[in-house]
């Protein structure tokens, strides 16, 4: 059975690496990486289908021959269509199993934390989907969320006893997945601003450049556009391709 958490910690790697390599990897580069967790072919295509809806191009796979339409539903993605048929396999315990599991970990009984974190993944796929469409892929919510898991599992014997640690493990999961989805919103915030500006001066530029016969100055663009000077320049500093800006200041 894949260790899923590590698998998922690998993938994200794996997704920075590609970052450094211009979005490119090769199939054999992938299967190197992977090489110790014994996967099969099956698995190698979900990889490769991912990593290209992310944008990462894997030399001699072609995503539209090999994606199955029906293991690509919004709620079935191609991250969960790797786990969830080995996820139905796990241990279910009812309320009174689960409170003496929770027990032995506070407790420290050997094996007991690696139960409690089979028993709680699937919980965390079903988190998940709650957080869904709030610009956050699934499987990075599944990510943070085990994460999330992981780290109040090692905390739980460190509770006082008067926390519920039900209560805890999903609160910890819950906060890990809405700070992934804040820290997304605010990149794309800062993001759609910047762009909005850089288009406001580029227009400003072509318009000024036309009606004067000249390339506007700074200043000229800050009386323009409404902006500060300091603000074009930091634009113009970030985005340089985006507009042309006379140097005599």
Same mark, same amino acid.
Do not use: C
């Given at each position: 059975?894949?260790?899923?958490?590590?698998?998922?910690? @690998?993938?994200?790697?794996?997704?920075?690496?590609?970052?450094?390599?211009?979005?490119?990897?090769?199939?054999?580069?992938?299967?190197?990486?992977?090489?110790?967790?014994?996967?099969?072919?099956?698995?190698?295509?979900?990889?490769?289908?991912?990593?290209?809806?992310?944008?990462?191009?894997?030399?001699?796979?072609?995503?539209? !021959?090999?994606?199955?339409?029906?293991? @690509?539903?919004?709620?079935? $993605?191609?991250?969960?269509?790797?786990?969830?048929?080995?996820?139905?396999?796990?241990? =279910?315990?009812?309320?009174? !199993?689960?409170?003496?599991?929770?027990?032995?970990?506070?407790?420290?009984?050997?094996?007991? =934390?690696?139960?409690?974190?089979?028993?709680?993944?699937?919980?965390?796929?079903?988190?998940?989907? =709650?957080?869904?469409?709030?610009?956050?892929?699934?499987?990075?919510?599944?990510?943070?969320?085990?994460?999330?898991?992981?780290?109040?599992?090692?905390?739980?014997?460190?509770?006082?006893? $008067?926390?519920?640690?039900?209560?805890?493990? =999903? !609160?910890?999961? @819950?906060?890990? @997945?809405?700070? $992934?989805?804040?820290?997304?919103?605010?990149?794309?915030?800062?993001?759609?601003?910047?762009?909005?500006?850089?288009?406001?001066?580029?227009?400003?530029?072509?318009?000024?450049?036309?009606?004067?016969?000249?390339?506007?100055?700074?200043?000229?663009?800050?009386?323009?556009?409404?902006?500060?000077?300091?603000?074009?320049?930091?634009?113009?500093?970030?985005?340089?391709?985006?507009?042309?800006?006379?140097?005599?200041?």
């Amino acid at each position: 059975m894949l260790d899923k958490i590590k698998f998922m910690e @690998m993938l994200g790697d794996l997704k920075e690496i590609a970052q450094t390599q211009g979005n490119t990897l090769t199939q054999d580069e992938i299967k190197v990486y992977f090489d110790e967790m014994e996967l099969s072919e099956e698995h190698y295509n979900h990889i490769y289908t991912y990593l290209t809806e992310n944008q990462i191009s894997i030399n001699g796979f072609n995503a539209k !021959e090999e994606v199955n339409e029906d293991n @690509m539903r919004e709620e079935d $993605s191609v991250f969960l269509s790797m786990f969830l048929k080995e996820l139905r396999t796990f241990e =279910k315990l009812n309320k009174e !199993e689960e409170f003496v599991l929770l027990r032995e970990v506070k407790n420290e009984i050997p094996g007991a =934390k690696e139960r409690l974190i089979n028993v709680w993944l699937p919980k965390v796929v079903r988190i998940a989907k =709650k957080y869904k469409n709030q610009g956050v892929f699934l499987e990075d919510l599944i990510q943070e969320g085990n994460i999330g898991l992981l780290i109040a599992v090692e905390n739980l014997s460190n509770l006082e006893d $008067s926390i519920d640690m039900e209560t805890y493990l =999903k !609160e910890m999961i @819950m906060k890990s @997945m809405e700070e $992934s989805i804040d820290e997304n919103m605010d990149e794309d915030v800062l993001e759609n601003t910047l762009l909005g500006r850089s288009n406001l001066i580029q227009e400003a530029a072509n318009y000024l450049a036309e009606d004067l016969g000249q390339v506007p100055t700074v200043e000229q663009l800050a009386e323009y556009t409404k902006l500060t000077v300091e603000e074009i320049k930091e634009i113009g500093t970030i985005a340089k391709d985006v507009v042309e800006i006379s140097k005599d200041v």
